[in-house]
């Protein structure tokens, strides 16, 4: 009974990541269309229901509105197509070394048998893509792609855009919302009554959700965590606490050097640039990271 339990939670188990592999390039597509219809309307119907694009006011929210539309888009595509980075094959690794590896049986498995390769620190495999990511955070079906070190920056910069338009959308298209249900009076849209108030309930939607999973990421960011690393770390910190030792995480050296090591800005000039469309990669390879122990032990 058991046994036929679990082979039919693995056959559940395959039959899911073969569906996140597949559904992927859909749900890219509608990503890519919901976006679309929602920055078509804004700038067809929203903007100008309240002034003209000629006026200043409409110069600065236009500029607003190309700004954030831009960032979108740049980080969307970033999010896609930047491959997050895989381990590489162990070219420098002599057969005793890689025996040993797959022979450790305490502790995390050193060797990844579906890879053949070794387990970087911070790698994990990923069952959808069947590939083992450096530092990945998790796979996401919204962009068909694994968040990893290579684009993570950008899915978080993506999350960011996305929510800073839909809370700008969300106000600008309030008024026009409440004057579509009003069938009393003539609709003045250069769009139908009910495109209008699909945007806004879409982009108020999407401003909440998209808000949450937007703070969670900037809570690993700043405390130097994945989605993945966040759990075995917590689970390392409680049996640390009772055994009466403090665990720490060792590559968190603070808020403020996290962020930036994360967004490749430690020897920036501007505080903003960050926040930019560019192809800043993060400091490193992906496959060794600075670690609070080894900066301790440079200072000694």
């Not at 139908?192 to 879409?202: D, E, H, K, M, P």
């Not at 560019?278 to 496959?287: E, H, I, L, V």
Request: proline share 6%.
């Amino acid at each position: 009974m058991r046994t036929s339990m679990l082979s039919g939670i693995f056959a559940f188990k395959v039959f899911f990541e073969i569906f996140l592999r597949a559904i992927g390039p859909i749900f890219v597509i509608l990503a890519v269309c919901l976006i679309g219809i929602a920055i078509f309307v804004h700038f067809k119907a929203i903007l100008p229901f309240y002034f003209s694009y000629f006026s200043v006011a409409g110069l600065v929210h236009l500029a607003i509105s190309f700004f954030l539309a831009t960032g979108l888009a740049w980080n969307y595509f970033c999010a896609v197509f930047t491959p997050p980075g895989t381990t590489p094959l162990p070219i420098n690794l002599e057969p005793q070394q890689i025996q040993k590896l797959k022979n450790v049986t305490s502790g995390p498995s050193r060797w990844c048998k579906k890879c053949d390769r070794p387990k970087l620190p911070r790698s994990h495999h990923c069952h959808v893509c069947n590939r083992c990511v450096l530092r990945m955070d998790h796979h996401c079906p919204w962009i068909s792609n694994c968040v990893g070190f290579h684009n993570h920056r950008y899915f978080v910069l993506f999350l960011l855009y996305l929510c800073m338009g839909c809370c700008y959308s969300s106000i600008m298209s309030f008024i026009p919302f409440q004057a579509s249900s009003d069938f009393n009076s003539p609709w003045r849209g250069s769009v139908s009554r009910g495109t209008v108030v699909f945007c806004f309930i879409i982009a108020v939607a999407v401003m909440v959700s998209v808000g949450l999973l937007l703070a969670w990421q900037g809570y690993l960011v700043l405390t130097a965590q994945t989605t993945i690393e966040f759990y075995f770390n917590r689970e390392d910190s409680s049996r640390a606490k009772a055994r009466g030792f403090h665990f720490q995480n060792p590559y968190d050296f603070g808020p403020g050097k996290n962020f930036r090591l994360f967004f490749g800005t430690e020897n920036s000039r501007f505080w903003f640039s960050w926040l930019l469309p560019n192809g800043t990669t993060p400091d490193g390879d992906g496959t060794s990271f600075p670690s609070v122990h080894n900066a301790r032990l440079s200072l000694n």
